[in-house]
């Protein structure tokens, strides 16, 4: 069964990987560059943290400090104990994005290349908690963060750096982190549930 499932996972790797379209070119490397997009993302919850309320803010900085936790229980725990290697360094024939250059592997490339841990990908892990914990309070901006993390995930695999597994594994831990980061937030600070006003019916 597990062999079944990591041949299922190849194949859909060499699929979603092999399917090249010049705008997904452009657009995938800036998903998946976390210097591009964390100064995005720096701008959106300074300014929230500025207009927001008190309860708001609260939840911004929860959702921070969410991700900062999962990415390193991601990167020092999962990955070392699962060590699987990542697709460009074991499979030929894949389109790789490294230094601002599209390659294709090969026996020689794979070569050059240092190893490398796979699974889970963090970037869905921290894109899907910071989607799931915010989507715990507000579904406005809880949608537009699950729609960013869907295509940080796909992009990962599109750039040829993780397997499809890794990031739907990724995203369930993610998301399934951030409801709780979320939910115990809550508990601990009961005063604050429903911190940007949007959790009700009809609010969004």
């Known amino acids: 069964m597990l062999h079944l499932i990591i041949e299922l996972d190849r194949e859909l790797l060499l699929a979603i990987n092999g399917f090249r379209l010049p705008v997904f070119n452009w657009l995938m490397p800036i998903l998946s560059d976390f210097n591009k997009v964390a100064p995005l993302l720096a701008i959106l919850i300074a300014w929230r943290l500025w207009k927001g309320d008190n309860h708001e803010r609260i939840m911004w900085i929860g959702v921070v400090v969410a991700v900062i936790i999962g990415d390193m229980f991601c990167a020092r725990i999962l990955k070392p104990l699962v060590a699987r ?8 024939g894949i389109h790789l994005y490294k230094k601002g250059k599209w390659l294709l592997t090969t026996p020689e490339l794979r070569a050059l290349m240092a190893a490398s841990m796979s699974w889970p990908s963090c970037h869905a892990v921290n894109s899907w908690t910071a989607a799931g914990f915010i989507l715990h309070y507000s579904r406005r901006w809880g949608v537009f963060l699950a729609i960013l993390a869907l295509g940080i995930s796909y992009s990962r695999v599109y750039l040829g750096v993780h397997y499809p597994l890794d990031v739907i594994c990724g995203g369930i831990i ?3 982190w951030g409801f709780l980061a979320a939910t115990l937030l809550e508990r601990a600070l009961p005063a604050n549930k429903d911190p940007v006003g949007t959790s009700k019916p009809g609010k969004d």
């Open 174 to 176: 993610g998301i399934s």
């Open 85 to 92: 290697p990542r697709p460009f360094t074991v499979m030929d």
